[in-house]
């Protein structure tokens, strides 16, 4: 039974990929600049844990705000098509009133 290729194939074709690309100087040149600042931002969050800490606890409080914020929204969005659902027989009693005061009453 012949295992399937693809894995392979995807892994073959984005390693030639990329050892293509890094022919253009200028792409070299950003790999490289991005490499470096990212081994200093790793080498400095090693070192400095409880900064690393306190910035996740940030960012996971500013999802948490924006998570609140959405679900508020959705909520009031909830109500207003709820209204909006109601509204058609609002408008149609205020309808059968208005009728009902103009009519002439029938004389028999």
Known sequence: MARSKLLVSIVVGATVGAALSMLDRTTREKTVATTKKMKET??????????????????????KELVDNVTDNVNMITEKVDEFKELPSTIQGMIHDTKSAFAVPNEE
């Open 42 to 63: 790793i080498s400095y969050y090693a070192e400095h844990r409880e900064e690393l800490q306190e910035v996740i606890e940030q960012k996971v409080s500013t999802v």
